[in-house]
């Protein structure tokens, strides 16, 4: 199986911020790297799918980039409705999830 | 509007069994493959398995292969997930979410629906 290795694990930022969060493969994933977001209520919500395509309804400030093994998710301006878990997630099977990261309000 | 909708949960003691259904509606149920993710209590997501069009694909994450069973019901759009062998290690959030196969993620996912293994 690929493992994924998400950091940091946990982040603190304040409104309007600059966010980045990683997502290391334990072996090439030729770009098959989503993220999603899951909210205190259970709610699960795609935002990027392959490396960089942001779905439909999600928010422009939300983007992602990477290549071959590393891969990345930036919040270009924190607002409150972002805090929240995310997931990095790898597309050979089987799927395998990174280990999130938690985003709090500083 | 996609519309994923999980039931069956609940409590269940050990050793027992339990199948959760996925109601879907809002799209053409029997054009996309569908899967199971959990989240057990403090831990990150974990892909159960995936199930293709017409059944004749299901793939599961190796740990799982001997203890679930995913299955669906084009006729009825919905899809099961059979768990025996019940465990305290399977208490958890399962999730039901419509999967986008050819890039590999799921665009659409349910609430979720709790099942707790205990006696």
């Known amino acids: 199986d690929i493992k994924m290795t998400q950091s940091p694990s946990s982040l603190s930022a304040s409104l309007g911020e600059r966010v980045t969060i990683s997502c290391r493969a334990s072996?090439?994933?030729?770009?098959?790297l989503s993220w999603y977001q899951k909210k205190e209520d259970g709610s699960v919500k795609l935002l990027i799918y392959h490396t960089s395509r942001l779905q439909p309804g999600a928010p422009s400030r939300f983007s992602g980039s990477g290549s071959g093994k590393d891969y990345s998710l930036t919040i270009s301006g924190l607002e409150s409705e972002d805090i929240a878990t995310y997931y990095c997630?790898?597309?050979?099977?089987?799927?395998?999830f990174g280990g999130g990261t938690k985003l709090e309000l500083k | 509007e996609v519309k994923l909708v999980e039931s069956g949960g609940g409590l269940v003691q050990p050793g027992r069994s339990l199948k959760l259904s996925c109601a879907a509606s809002?799209?053409?149920?029997?054009?996309?493959?569908m899967g199971w993710v959990r989240q057990a209590p403090g831990k990150g997501l974990e892909w159960i398995g995936e199930?293709?069009?017409?059944?004749?694909?299901?793939n599961y994450t190796p740990s799982l292969k001997d203890k679930f069973t995913i299955s669906r019901d084009n006729a009825q759009n919905t899809l099961y997930l059979q768990m025996s062998k019940l465990g305290s290690e399977d208490t958890a959030i399962y999730y039901c979410a419509r999967a986008q196969r050819r890039v590999c993620y799921f665009d659409y996912w349910g609430q979720g629906v709790m099942v707790t293994v205990s006696s």
């Open positions: 809002g799209f053409s149920f029997n054009d996309y493959w």
């Open positions: 997630q790898q597309g050979y099977t089987p799927w395998t």
């Open positions: 072996e090439n994933i030729n770009n098959y």
């Open positions: 199930i293709n069009q017409d059944s004749s694909t299901i």
